[in-house]
């Protein structure tokens, strides 16, 4: 089992640029949630996805997008980057209502 | 607001030693306490969780103390090990709504 994989691992973007990042949830898991993780914080949840919709929203610009795919796999968009944009970005996914959520390696966003 | 406080920042331990990490919660809807532990550069890692209707639970080295008057809850590593060294985070869930809020972790260093 591959577990919560997400690519790509390092992303350098131009402010004002557009960014998607890919997760893909750990077998047999058909939630998918997204987080940020600045340097020396704690994650902050943006939003999760089940059945194709977005189910729960953090408090995150609409700059922020997302997208479930039917293999459950999601994308987490961000358009109109922003310095503070910059971050680790993690996938987390879960079976359900199963309180355990399996965490991927994240992606470190840089935004110069 | 921050959901969830925790404490202390960093924390420095010899080899053998006990390591206490604290964390406080506002929300008494919450029903789900998970510690994670992530080391430089991964996602994080369940390590131990609790629900309020215990107030201690225990996996080999780990243990959470949780104390639902207070809205407080504690991990505790018995013979800390230079392997645990990396950061730790408190969460706490709200069970229906699977969204974690974190606390802003606490850096353990090991001495050995």
């Known amino acids: 089992d591959a577990g919560v994989t997400q690519s790509p691992t390092h992303l350098i973007k131009t402010r004002g640029q557009q960014v998607t990042l890919r997760c893909s949830p750990k077998s047999g898991h058909d939630t998918v949630s997204w987080y940020q993780q600045a340097l020396g914080q704690g994650p902050q949840f943006i939003f999760q996805?089940?059945?194709?919709?977005?189910?729960q929203r953090g408090n995150f610009p609409d700059r922020f997008s997302g997208h479930q795919f039917p293999n459950y796999s999601s994308e987490l968009n961000v358009n109109a980057l922003l310095l503070g944009d910059s971050a680790l970005y993690l996938c987390a996914s879960r079976w359900g209502q199963n309180t355990e959520a399996f965490f991927g390696q994240g992606t470190r966003l840089t935004v110069v | 607001q921050q959901q969830v406080k925790q404490s202390p920042q960093s924390l420095i331990v010899q080899k053998g030693g006990i390591s206490i990490i604290n964390c406080a919660y506002e929300?008494?809807?919450?029903?789900?306490f998970p510690w994670y532990q992530q080391f430089p550069g991964k996602g994080p890692a369940l390590l131990i969780a609790i629900r309020p209707d215990v107030s201690e639970k225990k996996e080999g080295r780990f243990t959470i103390s949780f104390n639902k008057s207070a809205k407080q809850f504690s991990l505790h590593i018995m013979d800390s090990q230079p392997g645990d060294s990396a950061t730790y985070f408190c969460a706490a869930m709200r069970y229906n709504f699977n969204k974690f809020y974190f606390g802003s972790g606490t850096k353990l260093n090991v001495k050995p």
């Open positions: 929300n008494t809807a919450f029903d789900y």
């Open positions: 996805y089940y059945e194709e919709e977005e189910r």
